[in-house]
């Protein structure tokens, strides 16, 4: 299924944007009139929530729309250079607190809240594109694209060590 696809199956318009609740009921609506069911149509049915499960990860419906949009191809930018940083302070206070499930909790919390900004500075960088994304546009989503899987790493990091605390 092309990018393009995947919009046009849940009949969204090609966005970043998109709110949980209404895609999960475009998604509804669209599975109930592809449901195998109807008319045999098993393959329509698999495209329906094909199309829901790239459009409901964030990072996948980016690559989506930048596909859907002809993005230039570009060399991957990488991470924020102040972020290296960043993450090897952030790994030294989760060493520090490993022992204590408050401090990784508000450690985590913080993250949290570092990996939304980087989802909003995705959504920010596809708000600034009018038309097709040039190439500085592209390499600013695909570094808000790096930040935030760096971000969710760390995340899923602390809840191992949550668990292990």
């Known amino acids: 299924m092309s990018a393009a696809d995947s919009f046009e199956v849940l009949g969204i318009a090609p966005r970043f ?18 449901h195998p069911d109807a008319d045999g149509a098993v393959d329509s ?12 990860d964030p990072l996948r419906r980016a690559a ?9 191809s570009v060399a991957d930018p990488g991470l924020p250079q102040a972020f290296l940083l960043e993450a090897m302070e952030i790994r ?20 949290e809240g570092r990996h939304q900004a980087a989802l909003d500075e995705i959504a920010a960088a596809f708000a600034a594109i009018e038309g097709a994304p ?10 808000g694209m ?13 809840d191992q060590e949550i668990g292990q605390a």
């Open 17 to 34: 944007g998109l709110s949980a609740a209404d895609l999960r009921a475009r998604w509804m609506r669209a599975a109930a009139a592809a």
């Open 146 to 158: 790096n930040l935030s899987r760096a971000l969710a790493r760390i995340l899923e990091q602390i």
């Open 64 to 72: 989506a729309l930048l596909r859907s949009m002809r993005a230039p």
């Open 92 to 111: 030294e206070e989760v060493d520090g607190a490993k022992s204590d499930r408050a401090a990784l909790a508000a450690i985590r919390e913080a993250i």
């Open 45 to 56: 049915s698999a495209r329906v929530n094909a199309a829901y499960h790239e459009l409901a």
């Open 134 to 143: 040039d190439e500085a546009a592209t390499r600013r989503v695909l570094m």
